[in-house]
């Protein structure tokens, strides 16, 4: 009995625990998103003479087959459109695991790409980001020996992100596919790693191609 006791109680610790890391990784991802997003609004409003920004929107299926979508600004941080350059993005989105969960995504990544002079474009990101997921069915609890429906507030997640991908530059518009790995942290006290495809493009913000 003790050590049950001891062991739940060493279990909540270290559940709060992991709230309160994924609470603060939550906030600093909610700071770099304004970072780039704002930057990305503002180019859209002027339609600033250049094209380093970009909106992208994707097709996301969760280990495939579990559909939903993605969509957000590619912000390239230096270099130039043919060739190799650094460039900073921010997704917002979500997907639906049929009679598991539904997720809701956003994260901030820095990644690579490589334009060559054809318009084949080779890039890899990586990232942080915060993942909250509800079950996709009623949730119920017992109490005395009576089940009762509840809301489900979902359950928050720590979301690193890893990609690759390849595409075509198009004068406006470069569609692109991606493998894409997150993670979801945490799942029974562990990370539990997801795959994805992205299917979708960037699509140059208006008047700022010339």
């Known amino acids: 009995m003790g050590q049950a006791m001891r062991h739940e109680s060493h279990g909540q610790r270290r559940r709060a625990i992991a709230r309160g890391i994924v609470s603060a990784i939550a906030s600093a991802i909610a700071w770099v998103l304004a970072l780039v997003i704002a ?53 917002l989105g979500g997907y639906v695991h049929v009679r598991n969960h539904v997720g809701v ?16 474009l080779v890039e890899g990101f990586a990232g942080l980001g915060y993942l909250h997921t509800f079950a996709a069915a009623p949730v119920y609890t017992v109490e005395d020996g009576k089940a009762e429906q509840v809301v489900d507030l979902g359950r928050p997640s720590f979301m690193p992100v890893v990609s690759l991908g390849v595409g075509w530059q198009l004068a406006s518009l470069a569609p692109y596919v991606r493998v894409e790995s997150f993670g979801q942290y945490p799942f029974n006290d562990h990370l539990l790693p997801h795959f994805a495809l992205l299917v979708g493009a960037r699509f140059d913000v208006p008047g700022s191609s010339r």
């Open 39 to 91: 930057p990305g609004a503002a180019h859209a409003a002027e339609g600033a003479a250049n094209d380093r920004v970009s909106f992208t929107t994707a097709y996301l299926g969760e280990f495939l087959f579990h559909p939903g979508v993605l969509g957000g600004v590619d912000v390239r941080l230096t270099g130039t459109r043919r060739g190799g350059s650094l460039a900073g993005a921010a997704n």
């Open 105 to 120: 995504m956003a994260d901030a990544e820095l990644g690579y790409r490589f334009t060559f002079g054809s318009g084949l």
